[in-house]
């Protein structure tokens, strides 16, 4: 293929989405998205400002604030870190606090169509690999590949807790699967922009595959 491709990757939660995605932009020379990322972005500007008196998200404080809200991803060491109004917050997005809230955040309609059109921007000249979880469906319908990613329940809890573990979170197994599956729950339910596989998409359980192999079964389907 002359052109670079578009590839568009969405799945559950702890499917490796993001790190599998990484290697094959890196492989291929392509612009990795994790748009997961932005999600988390604007959660975590709403934790730090749209809180009422109750200490509760504040959704029509955050509407009202989507305006001076800017998200971009700067290149810092070789990695894209993501930048809210100049601040690095690629840490904080990764807090439990922003995780537990994340999937309120994403449900809603404006905060979808808020980043509709960064996410659309990006993938323009093509030579782009986008994770997520409407990409397939939703920002990217024509993409040149499209996969979906799903592994066990059990399975994807144990990788996420080893990933909190490894970064010093204290934490438990059991909290860990109750936020997955609560997130699944809110992502494959909410009315805009669900999380479900395109029908034109290929799909990848990698419940008994490690990393290497699931990126190898992928690249085995891009020309
Ligand atoms: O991939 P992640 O766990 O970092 O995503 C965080 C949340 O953002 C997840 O609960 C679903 C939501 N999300 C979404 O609704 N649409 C996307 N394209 C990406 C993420």
Same mark, same amino acid.
């Given at each position: 293929?002359? %052109? %670079?491709p578009v590839i568009a990757i969405d799945g559950f939660s702890s499917t490796g989405k993001s790190s599998i995605s990484k290697v094959i932009a890196k492989t291929l020379g392509l612009i990795h998205l994790d748009t997961g990322a932005l999600y988390r972005g604007i959660t975590f500007f709403a934790l730090q400002n749209c809180l009422d008196e109750n200490q509760k998200l504040d959704f029509k404080k955050l509407m009202q604030n989507l305006p001076i809200i800017k998200l971009e991803f700067q290149n810092v !060491?070789?990695? =894209? @870190? =993501?930048?809210l109004n100049g601040q690095n917050i690629n840490k904080e997005i990764r807090f439990p606090q922003v995780s537990d809230n994340v999937s309120q955040v994403a449900k809603e309609a404006e905060v979808r169509n808020? =980043? =509709?059109? $960064? @996410?659309?921007?990006?993938a323009k000249q093509g030579g782009v690999i986008m994770d997520g979880r409407d990409i397939g469906t939703v920002v990217l319908p024509n993409a040149d590949y499209k996969f979906f990613m $799903?592994?066990?329940? !059990?399975?994807?809890? %144990?990788?996420?807790?080893?990933?909190l573990q490894t970064a010093g979170e204290k934490t438990d197994i059991e909290t860990v699967k109750q936020n997955l599956n609560t997130r699944d729950k809110i992502d494959s339910e909410r009315e805009v922009s669900p999380l479900k596989q395109a029908d034109d998409a290929i799909l990848i359980d990698n419940t008994n595959l490690n990393k290497e192999q699931t990126i190898n079964l992928i690249m085995s389907y891009i020309i």
């Amino acid at each position: 293929m002359t %052109k %670079k491709p578009v590839i568009a990757i969405d799945g559950f939660s702890s499917t490796g989405k993001s790190s599998i995605s990484k290697v094959i932009a890196k492989t291929l020379g392509l612009i990795h998205l994790d748009t997961g990322a932005l999600y988390r972005g604007i959660t975590f500007f709403a934790l730090q400002n749209c809180l009422d008196e109750n200490q509760k998200l504040d959704f029509k404080k955050l509407m009202q604030n989507l305006p001076i809200i800017k998200l971009e991803f700067q290149n810092v !060491d070789g990695e =894209l @870190q =993501l930048f809210l109004n100049g601040q690095n917050i690629n840490k904080e997005i990764r807090f439990p606090q922003v995780s537990d809230n994340v999937s309120q955040v994403a449900k809603e309609a404006e905060v979808r169509n808020f =980043l =509709l059109e $960064t @996410q659309r921007n990006i993938a323009k000249q093509g030579g782009v690999i986008m994770d997520g979880r409407d990409i397939g469906t939703v920002v990217l319908p024509n993409a040149d590949y499209k996969f979906f990613m $799903t592994a066990s329940p !059990d399975e994807r809890a %144990k990788r996420r807790f080893v990933e909190l573990q490894t970064a010093g979170e204290k934490t438990d197994i059991e909290t860990v699967k109750q936020n997955l599956n609560t997130r699944d729950k809110i992502d494959s339910e909410r009315e805009v922009s669900p999380l479900k596989q395109a029908d034109d998409a290929i799909l990848i359980d990698n419940t008994n595959l490690n990393k290497e192999q699931t990126i190898n079964l992928i690249m085995s389907y891009i020309i």
